[in-house]
């Protein structure tokens, strides 16, 4: 019973809040939302398993809809299947973009791929010299008395090192060596079918010039991922630096074609900037589609939960909560105690990255994930084809005694 109580005190204070939002929207009451109120709008969050839709009619009414993720044999995305959905649109038929006037969106898509080392395949670029940095890294070790010490793998498929460097100061010691066996190995390298690159140089954060001579010739070789230290993570330490230049190489590239697949049916040649989308970042604010980045989107889906949960309790009168928000395929812990807690240095599944992110315990196992036996431990599966068959296995532990 208190369970029910609570849950029906929260419903009751969420309608309360979607009220209000319709009240700041209304046209009459708030003329400066007057251009977009005539129009649909639509928040959504797409999840390993589920993909959770609220959206505002023309009108003001708040709907709500849910459906898999997943469900290749039903439609190829679930974000524009539950637009469809609610809109009323039949499959096949273009979605009506001039009537959208926003869609935010938090996603998993680069969180996964991460997870499930699935980004494309990337090249590393660095000072020679320092081929292997990344790999030794800090040194650290979590569990000092492990006697069997297992590296995370790198997510980096290729690197070549490159003649040229920079002191401390600024002074240029080695000119960068554009020379014939650097042609050749990118060449090999690009032949090999990897198109995304990463360069990072020692002090290249402060003196970007080599970077920048580097990356233009492999924007004319047709590489068409690069991602530059100095304008990825414009900070000082070589490894930490490093290590989300090419998170960034590894998960843009898939972040970009899902982002202008979604762009490309919500928007048509007459009106092109009818509907407004944007993502939600890890660090909890939204950012235009063009400017969301690999690594900004880690936690794209559970940083929109943080902020839900903490305007949600503070309607009901509570400022200081903790976040315990379990989807299909992992669960989410946060914290808030009159603010939001934010890292700027972390490491989601063995990557460090360095990029303002909310402070977000996550367990790689949720209410709907697998388990399989390998004969002597078992194991959360963590493939895509797992995840579909993951909300079977939610209904099936409901209904369970």
């Known amino acids: 019973m208190l369970i029910e109580a609570a849950t029906n005190y ?43 839709i609220v959206a505002q009619r023309p009108n003001g009414e708040i709907v709500v ?75 650290a070790r979590p ?34 060596q554009i020379d014939d066996a650097l042609m050749d190995a990118l060449q090999t390298v690009y032949a090999a079918g990897i198109r995304s690159c990463a360069i990072a140089f020692l002090h290249g954060y402060r003196y970007p010039s080599h970077e920048r001579q580097v990356a233009a010739i492999v924007r004319e070789m047709g590489f068409t991922q690069i991602s530059v230290s100095h304008q990825v993570s414009p900070l000082m330490k070589l490894v930490s630096r490093g290590d989300t230049t090419v998170v960034d190489a590894y998960l843009s590239p898939i972040l970009r074609r899902y982002v202008d697949r979604i762009a490309a049916q919500l928007s048509t040649l007459e009106t092109a900037s009818a509907c407004k989308l944007m993502f939600m970042q890890s660090n909890g604010g939204l950012t235009d589609a063009q400017q969301f980045q690999g690594k900004d989107s880690i936690l794209s889906g559970p940083a929109g939960g943080i902020v839900g949960a903490v305007k949600t309790s503070a309607i009901a009168g509570f400022h200081k909560i903790i976040g315990f928000d379990m989807g299909g395929t992992s669960t989410d812990v946060s914290h808030f105690n009159g603010e939001y807690e934010r890292t700027f240095e972390t490491e989601v599944a063995g990557v460090r990255l360095r990029a303002p992110m909310m402070a977000i315990h996550t367990v790689a196992a949720g209410g709907g994930s697998i388990l399989e036996f390998d004969g002597s431990r078992y194991r959360v599966a963590r493939s895509q084809q797992e995840h579909f068959l993951a909300p079977l296995a939610t209904v099936i532990m409901a209904r369970s005694p």
């Open 10 to 52: 929260a419903a009751k204070n969420v309608n309360v809040h979607l009220r209000k939002v319709m009240i700041d929207l209304d046209p009459q009451k708030n003329p400066t939302h007057s251009e977009i109120a005539p129009r649909w709008q639509f928040w959504i969050d797409r999840g390993g398993t589920f993909t959770d």
């Open 65 to 139: 809809h849910k459906l898999l993720s997943e469900n290749p044999d039903r439609y190829f995305d679930a974000p524009l299947q539950g637009i469809r959905d609610v809109m009323g649109i039949p499959t096949g038929t273009p979605i009506p973009a001039e009537q959208i006037a926003v869609v935010k969106m938090g996603t998993t898509v680069a969180t996964n791929a991460l997870l499930e080392r699935k980004g494309d395949g990337t090249l590393l670029l660095i000072t020679k010299g320092f081929r292997d940095a990344l790999k030794i890294g800090y040194q």
């Open 143 to 176: 569990n000092i008395f492990a006697r069997q010490i297992i590296l995370p793998t790198p997510i980096y498929e290729q690197v070549i090192e490159v003649e040229e460097r920079y002191s401390a100061q600024g002074e240029e010691l080695v000119p960068v």
